[in-house]
T-cell receptor, first 114, second 116 residues
Framework: NAGVTQTPKFRILKIGQSMTLQCTQDMNHNYMYWYRQDPGMGLKLIYYSVGAGITDKGEVPNGYNVSRSTTEDFPLRLELAAPSQTSVYFC?????????????FGPGTRLTVL | DQQVKQNSPSLSVQEGRISILNCDYTNSMFDYFLWYKKYPAEGPTFLISISSIKDKNEDGRFTVFLNKSAKHLSLHIVPSQPGDSAVYFCAASARAGGTSYGKLTFGQGTILTVHP
């Protein structure tokens, strides 16, 4: 039981490049989330999903896209990377609403855009 | 618009003493509050929570207090141990509905350092 896994752990992108951050959970959780954490700041919600085929925007969705074709996977796509997207990205999952079920986090992906 | 605020970026405490971490919120719809702990190079992990129908919840060395009228909560760690050194995030959500339903809003975090 690996929990929530994220790849890659680190990545450096040039301005304008694109990439996909991968997130997989093996706990059969319905809810999945993408957060970003900037230095000295809390986690800000980018996108979330309450089940396969259902996604919705969070607090800071601009510049990102997501898809949820399976229960296990929730990839985050960055198109046209910008320096403002330099951050640590965390994926998380929970069985249902996180006020009733613990939200489990992956180890994070540190992204630098130069 | 920071709906959940942790105004102390850092806190330093001696081993064995009490650590008190504070959190304020502005959204009256929030009725469930959580604390997460984060070590370097790891994701946050859930620590303790409290619903708005309570004013205190205890789990071993960790106690969370909620003051609804002041929109303030605090996490007490007694006694503090060096292994408690980490970043602590306060988070809030609304169980009943509204735009916060099913989502957590996090504070900026407080770095706790417990000295041996």
């Amino acid at each position: 039981n690996a929990g929530v896994t994220q790849t890659p752990k680190f990545r450096i992108l040039k301005i304008g490049q694109s990439m996909t951050l991968q997130c997989t959970q093996d706990m059969n959780h319905n809810y999945m989330y993408w957060y970003r954490q900037d230095p000295g700041m809390g986690l800000k919600l980018i996108y979330y999903s309450v089940g396969a085929g259902i996604t919705d925007k969070g607090e800071v969705p601009n510049g990102y896209n997501v898809s949820r074709s399976t229960t296990e996977d929730f990839p985050l796509r960055l198109e046209l990377a910008a320096p403002s997207q330099t951050s640590v990205y965390f994926c998380a999952s929970s069985y249902s609403n996180p006020v009733y079920n613990e939200q489990f986090f992956g180890p994070g992906t540190r992204l630098t855009v130069l | 618009d920071q709906q959940v605020k942790q105004n102390s970026p850092s806190l330093s405490v001696q081993e064995g003493r009490i650590s008190i971490l504070n959190c304020d919120y502005t959204n009256s719809m929030f009725d469930y509050f959580l604390w997460y702990k984060k070590y370097p190079a790891e994701g946050p992990t859930f620590l303790i929570s409290i619903s708005s129908i309570k004013d205190k919840n205890e789990d071993g060395r960790f106690t969370v207090f909620l003051n609804k009228s002041a929109k303030h909560l605090s996490l007490h760690i007694v006694p503090s141990q060096p292994g408690d050194s980490a970043v602590y995030f306060c988070a809030a959500s609304a169980r009943a509905g509204g735009t916060s339903y099913g989502k957590l809003t996090f504070g900026q975090g407080t770095i706790l350092t417990v000295h041996p």
